[in-house]
């Protein structure tokens, strides 16, 4: 009987057990219907690229990818679709989630403001909106989240003008409002202090400057903070008055903001707290100043960054000074000569030290091979020279990251020597690794980046470094003299690269090598300019990288024609072919290139026409100067290349009208179509380019975005790429780049060029260099040339222009080259403090035109001239006259006055000849008695002495 009822329960639990695992595989087959309506809902706002999200059908939405669901109730509990680059709005369906504890779609691109019913979804614990393009202001609705630990919504357009609703989050641990608006909001302080489990505040670039400090002692200022982020604000140093009672921080982030001071006076603050503190920024706060401070008072600081904080000096160091330091960033600052670096070097702990950009000098002390356990190395950019030999580095044998480059070091290392570490990135550039190819990279086999350009390596490339190149992820071996071939293919294994982070950037440019071109390995930038390579691009062009963004061959020994296979580089913004021996036709394909910026084909053989370009709208640069293309100018370049800044087609052979179209260009700031076959009349309308008739046009370098990589997690940026170009300038071809952007020039010159200079060319003037030369141009110039002030070039010789030189010639001020030679030019020069400091070749050919510096004077400078002479000799003759005159005058007057003036009234005048004469009696006698009495003096003197 007890057998029977042990059965009869054991059946019931078992079927009790069936029943219940039927009914989990039955639920877990079906989510709720409501749920999977609002998340279609949902997906509908999307807008999806790549087909994201395709697994997003059907009925089982606890499948979808990015969904979990609970494993009872099925309802959704995690959206997370972290990074999935999804564009469109954030919809409101998602409210319908109620269950949702995790929302996560960080990194994406939504546009829309954030839904206030998400302040609906009561048991939500995660909310990750971060680096979205979310806009408005964020609904106060999301203070009714108390479960809420973790908020982020950085990196956004988003506002805030109160944050009062956050105090209400009392179960909060991390909140990062990055790059959000709070520059209205002034007690942030209050609203933070009363979420007492507060753990991470992250407030970067808010635009914070307001802080009440009366408040502050009575704040129970988040004492459990351990990691804050306040830098890119406006604070001054009295935010350092909140620290005080943090005792439990560790790291603070104060890097640019408006500290002031002694930065000795600043840490004093600090310390006061008496934290735990590990981690400390103050870079990048250009008001404090001093030597660096004493940082004793941090028992447990692992890291410290000072960059750009105007640091002059380093005291001496004791061996107790920081003992926990790992990590020291001085750098960009204003230390010099050698000490700084010699008492470094007594921080035994260190890990990472970075002392680029400062003014050290002398050599690094050997001193540096002790810190064993340093991985990181930075010193580019400073004065230090000097040898770097084995002793320096032979103790670092955890070293990953050298930076030396920038200074006058040379690395004297020997061909056998195996270094004791393994570097993942080494840059040297302009420091001196040559002659040789430095044999010990080798060893090296873990680089991802390699600069040693500007090194005088005159050298072979070694078998080895090919195999080495595959895995680096950025390689700069230019500016050398290195010789030999590409190997014919470069082949890369699986895992060498990842399309997620980022392209790869080779550069071979400026030296020696030669051979043909193999098939590169995935590339976004390749650089091989100033070599001697041979041969074709078809197999180039066929077979190597799709995913090229940036590719400069120019000025190599390239020949034959272009395969019409461009138009599988999608992504190409820059192609440089300039200065080979390519010939042919240009292929179709070009035009299919929509992301195009910069296109240089000149100085080739190319002919034909110019294919259709119409599709790449982001074209900026043109330059297909000195090839043989011929037919019309296009039409469309005018009317779909509306960013172009520079249209250069000299030195060909096209022909037709100069399209009007042209005058849509506002950002034209070159035109060069010199040397070709252009008939018709210059344009009316160029005064419609904005880039030449507004002084205010925003110039800059004429660049593209700098190039960025990705190397475990950390990104990189090479330096733009920028565009050059040979440009004719003031009568010479030079080459310009860095200021390629500030350039002014039209040149038209050496066509057939008819009629008149229209007067509205006068109102162009942001223009530099005006060249119309080698026409056929009548009439006159234009009255208003004067108007172009900025105007440094002109040149309008051999045309057939007539008239007079305006007189509005001498506001030309600038003007330093001037050629008006074989015109049929008249009248006088005008006179200003620039034309008559021409040589007179500048005018020569214009037969009629007189005045300096020309030695021929005008016809009304010659009369002038005469009358001037005239009334000079005239003078001259009448002057002598008047004075022969004038002097037998006064002889006579003289002599009667004089003479008979005198003695004629002593003879006629009785009483004054007797009183005349007995002067003179009277006078000869007192001069007789004087002179004896004097000498009888003397002889008596004479008698007594003797």
């Known amino acids: 009987m007890l057998y029977c009822g042990f059965n009869f329960l054991f059946c019931v639990l078992a079927i009790l057990c069936m029943n219940l695992l039927c009914a989990e595989s039955f639920h877990k087959n079906k989510c709720v219907e409501t749920e999977r309506r609002a998340l279609l809902k949902f997906k509908d706002a999307l807008l999806l690229e790549r087909n994201d999200l395709t697994s997003w059908k059907g009925e089982e939405c606890c499948k979808w990818e990015g969904i979990s669901c609970d494993n009872f109730t099925h309802h959704v509990t995690s959206l997370d679709l972290f990074a999935f680059r999804l564009s469109g709005k954030l919809d409101s369906s998602i409210c319908e989630l109620k269950h949702l504890t995790s929302l996560n779609l960080a990194y994406n691109k939504l546009e829309s403001k954030i839904p206030k019913c998400i302040g609906s979804l009561s048991k939500l614990i995660e909310l990750n909106l971060i680096g979205n393009k979310l806009v408005s202001v964020i609904p106060p609705s999301l203070g009714n989240l108390s479960n809420l630990q973790t908020l982020d919504l950085g990196f956004n357009d988003l506002t805030a003008n109160d944050l009062e609703w956050i105090s209400h989050l009392s179960n909060l641990r991390h909140l990062g409002l990055s790059k959000v608006n709070l520059s209205l909001v002034v007690d942030w302080l209050s609203s933070i202090s009363k979420i007492p489990s507060l753990s991470e505040l992250d407030f970067y670039g808010c635009g914070l400057h307001q802080v009440n400090l009366e408040s502050i002692p009575l704040l129970n200022t988040s004492i459990s903070l351990k990691y804050l982020d306040l830098s890119y604000n406006e604070f001054q140093s009295s ?148 040898v770097i030999n084995e002793t320096h580095l032979s103790n670092l044998s955890q070293l990953r990251i050298l930076d030396v480059s920038q200074n006058s070091l040379s690395l004297n290392l020997s061909l056998k020597w195996v270094p004791p570490f393994k570097l993942e990135r080494l840059y040297a550039s302009s420091c001196t690794l040559g002659p040789k190819f430095p044999a010990w990279l080798k060893h090296q086999g873990e680089l991802e980046i390699l600069d040693i350009s500007h090194n005088g390596i005159s050298d072979s490339f070694p078998k080895w470094f090919w195999n080495l190149s595959l895995s680096l992820r950025y390689l ?309 040339i004067g108007h172009m002030e900025r105007l440094e070039s002109l040149d309008l010789s051999r045309n057939h222009l007539s008239g007079r030189m305006p007189t509005s010639f001498s506001n030309l001020t600038f003007l330093n080259n001037m050629n008006l030679s074989f015109n049929n030019l008249d009248g006088k020069i005008p006179v200003s403090t620039q034309l008559q400091t021409f040589d007179s070749y500048s005018y020569v050919g214009n037969n009629r035109l007189c005045g300096p510096p020309l030695i021929n004077l005008c016809p009304s400078d010659v009369i002038s001239s005469t009358r001037t002479n005239d009334k000079h000799v005239t003078s001259e003759e009448d002057e002598d006259k008047l004075i022969t005159f004038g002097f037998y005058v006064s002889l006579v007057l003289g002599f009667i006055i004089g003479f008979w003036g005198v003695c004629g009234t002593l003879v006629i005048k009785t009483s004054w000849r007797r009183a005349y004469f007995k002067f003179f009696n009277n006078m000869k006698d007192w001069i007789y008695v004087t002179l004896a009495v004097f000498v009888n003096r003397l002889k008596k003197r004479f008698q007594v002495e003797d």
Not at 262 to 277: H, P, R, V
Not at 342 to 361: M, V, Y
Not at 562 to 579: T, Y
């Open 476 to 784: 700069n071996v230019s500016h050398n003299i290195l010789k030999g071939t590409l190997p014919k293919s470069f082949t890369r294994t699986k895992g060498n690269y990842d399309y997620d982070h980022g392209w790869d950037v080779w550069d071979f440019s400026f030296n020696n090598m030669n051979g043909s071109l193999p098939a590169f390995p995935e590339l976004g930038v390749l650089f091989l300019s100033k070599n001697m390579l041979t041969g074709s691009l078809s197999s180039f062009c066929t077979s190597s990288s799709q995913s090229l963004i940036q590719l400069d061959m120019s000025s190599n020994f390239l020949e034959g024609q272009l395969s019409d296979c461009w138009g599988k580089f999608k992504s190409l913004e820059v192609l440089n072919l300039a200065e080979n021996n390519l010939s042919g036709k240009l292929p179709n394909s070009f035009g299919a290139r929509r992301q195009i910026k910069s296109l240089h084909l000149n100085r080739n053989n190319f002919s034909g026409e110019i294919p259709s370009l119409i599709l790449c709208h982001k074209l900026q640069l043109i330059d297909v100067g000195d090839n043989n293309l011929q037919g019309t100018l296009p039409m469309w370049i005018g009317h779909h290349l509306l960013q172009l800044s520079n249209l250069r087609m000299r030195a060909n052979k096209f022909q037709g009208n100069i399209p009007t179209s042209l005058c849509n260009l506002s950002f034209l700031q070159v035109l060069d179509l010199s040397q070709n076959n252009i008939i018709g009349e210059i344009p009316q309308c160029f005064d419609r380019i904005v880039a030449l008739s507004n002084l205010s046009f925003p110039r800059t370098t004429f660049q593209h975005t700098s190039f960025i990589y990705f190397v475990e997690n950390e990104m990189y940026e090479t330096g733009p790429f920028i565009d050059k170009e040979i440009l004719a300038w003031k009568g010479s071809n030079k080459e310009y780049d860095k200021i390629l952007g500030l350039v002014t020039i039209i040149d038209l010159s050496c066509n057939h060029l008819t009629g008149e200079i229209p007067q509205s060319i006068t109102k162009l003037v942001a223009l530099a260099t005006l060249n119309l030369s080698r026409n056929n141009l009548t009439g006159i110039i234009p009255s208003n």
């Open 239 to 386: 935010i350092l008055k909140y620290f005080r009672n943090m005792s439990q921080l560790q790291e603070l982030q104060l890097n640019y903001n408006k500290l002031s001071s002694k930065l000795s006076d600043n840490i004093q603050q600090l310390c006061s707290a008496k934290n735990g503190l590990r981690k400390l920024d103050l870079s990048d706060n250009p008001f404090i100043r001093g030597p660096l401070p004493d940082f004793s008072c941090f028992s447990s600081l692992e890291a410290l960054s000072l960059r750009n904080a105007n640091l002059n000096f380093v005291e001496i160091i004791d061996h107790a000074y920081l003992p926990t330091i790992y990590s020291l960033d001085l750098s960009f600052n204003q230390l010099n000569g050698s000490q700084p670096l010699f008492e470094i070097t007594k921080l035994a702990s260190l890990k990472t030290l970075h002392l680029s950009h400062n003014h050290l000098s002398g050599s690094i002390p050997h001193t540096i091979g002790q810190l064993s356990s340093l991985a990181k190395l930075l010193l580019s950019s400073n004065k230090l020279s000097g």
